[in-house]
């Protein structure tokens, strides 16, 4: 196994335990964060993708910056989304507020 | 390179331009203009490209990206590429011009203007594209703009509707895009249309499975250029503003199917169930379409069919399978963009006045708005095909090249879609600008609407006489190699076409000799055919039939397995993601 294929893998690994973290926790907060987690691997796929012998292309690079930013914000509008969702009930857990579901 | 990097810029610099039209928003004049001027500068590199690639020359240049799968960036600007980034940026500076008028009153505008630059930008990145990836990413962009322009008015329960349409008929072709050119990379290594064309042409890839990619990616583009049958959602699009029924839905994004076909034309065109199907489809989208336009009131969506109609002919000339019906099927779409672009306008004009889509409203309109009823009869007679005008050039072309082909029949249909096509224009010109005259204009006090609006109106009348005789200017940017010449038989069947389109029109529309209504009524065959198509033909209850109820159907069928928690129904899904990522490790 090479660094690429190291860096893939981990990857993979990265955003299959953000995928578990969302589907295991009952706090918003932990859910966004495993939400980020996900990211993370899309990136690093995205940056070992961009490497080639060792080389750093830096087109992918800069495209990896970019997404870092766009991650943040959507991490940062989320979160936003969560506060108002503890004012509003009082909770973090998304299985008690079921307005939708009733 | 080039010089200013002209072929980065040209759909670069709307993209950089978005967040400035965002920041400018207080100052609306000024966000207007710049975004105006942003286009403008956008279209004076696309000349700037064509100036750079006379004489057959190409001009490639790439960026390496993911390197580890072979991705690289790669803009590659030949005829086709800088000829289609030369329509798209020139109607979308007269579209954005002609905006600041239509859209003067609206709320939203900081929204609409980021979105038509972020469209325009994606437009020409798409034609300027070098491979399947980057245009597929590109392509998806357009469409999401697509559908939230269509959606604009997002308090209008139908504009909503029709926008989540749009978007979900389009993913059925974006789907099939997706997997064709997928397909291809597995098996291939490559998405660069330049190798994969030489692969194709050295018989590299074996027939059957350029049959069933180029299928595939073939519905993709009748998905984007509305061909039965996925055209359903383009009718429906048309509750969205004017100006973006113009610059998307019948200037720009919807040619991006036929564009998609041509540019793949070197790679499938070894496959003659390919051809025969790309043919077909546009036959039966061009006759079903047109004859639908001839029974509908609403003027944007008589425009609308005329758009799934007009695509309909470029798919058909694509059919041939030579350079010829090729080139015929740019030149269309070329022609198509400006008349289509300057009918819609002229449309525009009067609804902004009028306040109402429905032709039977309207009525002698032309005293009252002399400049748009020269546009509107200049889109006409374009898009009958009279000569001296673009249409005529371009649609007589397809049919000498069908006929060349030995597609007699096709060419036959072709020029029946003229007969209807010379129909239902002028049953809407007679209709909405001849006649007495409405109340609503007597009401309103009707006026012709401001300068800013008729000036690019004018431009695009002169360019529909002017566009015509560039065929052979045009002809040699593509590097079109044979001669272009125009048959007698082809000309005479063509005019005699439009004739036997115009007579019945100018009786029942201009004279009202037979009545329409009473003649309707007496004749109750006509009078069931015509409420068939006024549903089109029931391809909307169908999808609502099968599809929509099917989907409900099963979803209820399959209720107790739906916890309505989403992290459980997700755990099937993370269990596929451990599968395959233990078999990922273990191939390595």
């Known amino acids: ?102 | 390179m080039s010089t200013f990097y002209a072929e980065w810029l040209v759909w670069a610099l709307p993209f950089i331009a978005i967040p400035f039209t965002l920041l400018l928003s207080r100052w609306t004049r000024v966000r207007n203009w710049f975004a105006a001027a942003i286009v403008g500068i956008s279209f004076l590199l696309a000349v700037n490209l064509l100036l750079q690639i006379q004489g057959g020359r190409t001009i490639t240049s790439s960026i390496p990206w993911l390197s580890a799968y072979g991705f690289t960036v790669t803009v590659h600007v030949d005829g086709l590429a800088a000829f289609l980034a030369l329509v798209v940026n020139s109607l979308g500076f007269l579209i954005v011009v002609y905006s600041q008028g239509y859209m003067g009153h609206e709320k939203g505008l900081p929204r609409y203007y980021s979105l038509v630059l972020l469209f325009i930008g994606a437009m020409t990145g798409l034609v300027l594209a070098g491979n399947f990836l980057q245009l597929y990413i590109f392509w998806e962009i357009v469409g999401i703009c697509s559908a939230f322009l269509i959606a604009f008015w997002y308090d209008r329960p139908e504009a909503v509707r029709a926008g989540l349409k749009a978007f979900l008929v389009t993913r059925v072709g974006d789907a099939a895009l997706l997997i064709g050119f997928v397909w291809l990379y597995v098996t291939t290594h490559t998405v660069d249309f330049e190798k994969l064309g030489s692969m194709a042409s050295q018989g590299l890839i074996p027939l059957s499975l350029l049959t069933a990619t180029g299928l595939l990616i073939l519905v993709g583009a009748m998905g984007k250029s509305a061909q039965v049958p996925l055209h359903v959602w383009l009718p429906d699009a048309m509750e969205g503003p004017t100006t973006v029924s113009a610059l998307i839905h019948a200037a720009t994004m919807v040619n991006a199917g036929v564009y998609l076909v041509a540019r793949t034309y070197p790679i499938f065109m070894l496959s003659q169930t390919w051809l025969t199907a790309v043919g077909w489809v546009g036959i039966i989208s061009a006759l079903l379409a047109a004859s639908i336009a001839t029974v509908t009131m609403d003027i944007k969506r008589v425009l609308a069919y005329s758009t799934i109609s007009q695509l309909g002919l470029m798919f058909a000339a694509l059919g041939t399978g030579t350079p010829g019906g090729w080139f015929a099927s740019q030149f269309h779409l070329m022609s198509q963009g400006f008349f289509k672009a300057l009918g819609f306008l002229a449309a525009g004009s009067i609804i902004h006045m009028l306040g109402t889509r429905n032709m039977e409203d309207m009525g002698g309109l032309r005293k009252r708005m002399p400049i748009t009823f020269i546009a509107f009869l200049f889109s006409t007679l374009a898009l009958t095909g009279v000569p001296p005008f673009v249409g005529f050039w371009s649609k007589d072309l397809i049919i000498t090249e069908l006929s060349l082909a030995h597609l007699n029949i096709q060419a036959l249909l072709v020029i029946v879609v003229s007969m209807l096509t010379s129909f239902y224009m002028f049953r809407a010109l007679f209709k909405v600008f001849f006649g007495p005259e409405c109340k609503m204009a007597q009401e309103k006090d009707l006026h012709e609407s401001p300068r800013i609006m008729t000036i690019p109106l004018l431009i695009l009348s002169a360019a529909v006489v002017v566009l015509g005789f560039t065929e052979g200017a045009a002809a040699n940017l593509l590097g079109l190699t044979e001669q272009l010449a125009l048959e007698l038989p082809t000309i005479t069947a063509s005019i005699a076409a439009i004739l036997i389109g115009l007579t019945p029109s100018y009786f029942a529309f201009y004279l009202l000799k037979p009545n329409p209504r009473t003649f309707l009524d007496e004749h109750p065959t006509l009078k069931s055919l015509r409420q068939g198509m006024l549903a089109g033909y029931g391809f909307d209850a169908a999808y609502i039939a099968v599809f929509v109820k099917g989907i409900s159907r099963i979803s209820n069928a399959t209720r107790r397995i739906q916890t309505g928690i989403l992290a459980k129904n997700m755990w099937p899904m993370l269990a596929v993601l451990i599968l395959l990522l233990l078999w990922v490790v273990m191939n390595l």
């Open chain 1, 1 to 102: 196994m090479n660094e690429q294929q190291l860096l893939q893998v981990f990857a993979a690994i990265l955003f299959v335990s953000g995928f578990g973290t969302i589907t295991s926790t009952k706090n918003l907060v932990k859910m966004i964060m495993g939400f980020q987690v996900m990211i993370w691997g899309v990136n690093l796929a995205l940056f070992a993708g961009g490497l080639i012998d060792g080389q750093v292309s830096m087109f992918a690079t800069s495209l990896v910056v970019i997404s870092i930013s766009i991650g943040a914000s959507v991490e940062a509008l989320a979160l936003s989304l969560a506060i108002l969702a503890f004012r509003r009930y009082g909770t973090l857990n998304p299985w008690e507020i079921r307005r939708l579901a009733h």
